[in-house]
C-alpha cells in the first residue's frame, strides 16, 4: 500500500501496479511500450490510458509533497526520482570542494537541470545554491520558472521579486519588466488584482524607456487581459491586436502566438467567429513552429484556447486541445495545473468518462484555491453538472449555489436540473437572468445560453420567444457553428412541435439532435435524446422503434457511470414491457 503521514493513501489497482514498477526500476527512464506491456499486459489499450494513471499518481503522491517525483523524459519514458536520487547531484558537487566552489557547482547542475526540463531537480539545486547568495538575474528566473512548472506559483513570487531587483541592478530594463509582468500575472491569477496592476505599471515604467518590441507587445497582452476581466471586450481586442502588430515578423514567435491567440478569443466574445477561430488556429500553428517555446507562455496559449473551445460549447475542438495541452505538459516536464484539470474535466463529463470528470475536477478543486482562486466558481459549477449527469442532484444544486456565491453564472447547468425537476418556470428565469449585462462572461457563453434558453421557452410554451431564439441561432451560423447549439435549437424544434401534435416533425428534429451530439461524442446528451426518442416512439405505438432506442441508451448509460440514466432505461424499459402484453390483448380482443 502506499503510506502518508501513516495513513493509507487509496490508489486504483493500475494505478498501484505503475507505481511499483516505477519503485522497481527507479534507476532508470521506462518507455511507455514497457509501461503499456507491465501494468496492461494482454490488454490493448492507448498512450491515454497510460497518461491518465500517471496523472492520477501524480495526484497521490501530491499529498506527500512529490508531485514531481514522477518524470517525463521526452521521447525516452517515465522515471520515478526519490529525494535521495534528487541530492545525490547536490553531494557530488559539494564532495568537489569546500563552501563557495560546492555551491558554484551546485549552481551549474541546476543550470543543466533547466535546460534539461527536469523541474525539480532545479529547484532543489537553486535553493541550495541560493544559501550563498550567488545567484544572478537568469538563474533566479529559472528557478522561478521551474517552481511555476512544479505548480508552485506562490513559492516562484518572491524569487521574482528578487529577478525583478537583479535585473533592474544590472541595467537590464527589458528583463525587469518581463519579470515585472509575470508577476503581475501571478497576483491577477491569485486574485490579487491590485497588486498585479501594480506590478503592470512598474513594467510599463521600464518599458517606455525601450525600443524593443517583443516586451512591448507582452506589456499590451498582459493589458488586455486585465481589460477583458474589467468587461472591456472592445479595448482588449484593440490591446491583443496592437501586441501581435508590434512582433509580427519580429522572430518573437512566443509572443506573437500568444497575443494572435487572445485577439482570437476577444473576437470570439465580441461575435466574429470565423476571425477568432481562424486567429486561435494560426497561433496553434506559430507556436508549434517555435522551438523555444517557453512552458509557462506555451501553457498560457493552450489554456486561453482551450478555455475558448469550452465556453462556446464547441466540444470536439475543447477534446482535441484539452489532448495536445496534455501532451504538451508531458513533454515540457510540467506538472498538470488545477486550470487543466478544470479543462478536461468539463470535457470528459460532456463526454461520458463521469467518474474520471469527477476525480479531475475535484483534483483542481484542491489545486485552484491556490493557483486561480478566481476560477473557483467555474470549478464549482462544472462540479454541478457533473454531479447532475451522475444523479447526484442535491450535490449538484449545492455546487451551483457556491458557484453562485462566488460571483459565476451556474448556467445553464442548473436551469436543466430544474427543468428536469418539474421545475420550469424557475429554470426560465435562471437562463434570462444569465444573460443580463456585458461581462466577458456572458458575451462568451452567448450562443449557449440562448440555445438553453430556447429549449426551456419551448418547454413552457413561451413560442414566440422560442422561435425568435432558434431564428436568431439558426440563421447566424457562422457565428453559430458549434453541433452543440444547433443540437439544442433542433430539440427546441422538437418542443414547439410536440405542442402543435406533429409527431413526424418533432421525430425528425430530435434525431438531429441525437445524430449532432453523437457528431461529437457527446455521450450524455445521446442517452438523454434516446430515451426522449423511445418515449414518443412507444407513445405512438412503434414498440421495436422504443426498445431499439431503450437498449442502444442502456448499453451507453452503463457506459457512462450515471445511476441516473441507468434508472430512467431500467423504468422506460419496465414501461415498454407492460405494454406489448396489454397490445396483444388489444389485438386479439
Known sequence: MLLCARQEVALQPRVFDLLVYLVHHRDRVVSKDEL???VWPDVTVTDNSLQRAVSSLRAALRKGGMEGAIRNLPGKGYRLFVDSEIRQPERAGQKQADGIVGALGAIGLARRAAAGQLWLQAATLFASADEDGRLNAEDLHQWALALQCLGRTAAAIPILVRAVAARNEAGDAAGAAVEAIALSGLHFESGQAAIGKGWLARAEDWASRLDDPPTTALLLWMKSKLAAFDGEPEQALALADAAYTAVRYKDALNIEALSLAYRGFYRLCLGDTHGGLADQDHA?????????????????LYCNILWAARM????????????S?????????MELTGSCQLHRSEVLGIRGSLDEALARIRDALARLTSDAPWSMGDANRVLGDILAAIGNDDAALEAYDRAYTMGWCPEPGRAMLLLARGEAEAAHASLERSLIGKTWWTLQRRGILLAHLAL????????SQAKALICELSGSP???????IRALTNEAQAILALSRQDHETAMRHLHLA???WSSIEGRVQVVRLRLQISRLQLAHGDVRGAMAEVHAAQLLANELGSPKRVAECLALQRDIDAWQPTARRQMCG
Open 36 to 38: 503499456l506491456e507491465a
Open 284 to 300: 496553434a500553428a506559430v507556436a508549434l513552429s517555435s522551438t523555444n517555446l517557453d512552458p509557462i507562455m506555451g501553457g498560457n
Open 312 to 323: 462556446f460549447g464547441d466540444w470536439a475542438r475543447a477534446d482535441q486541445w484539452t489532448r
Open 325 to 333: 495541452y496534455q501532451n504538451f505538459c508531458s513533454s515540457s516536464g
Open 456 to 463: 426551456v421557452a419551448a418547454h413552457t410554451h413561451r413560442t
Open 478 to 484: 457562422d457565428r453559430w457553428p458549434m453541433p452543440s
Open 514 to 516: 441525437r445524430q449532432l
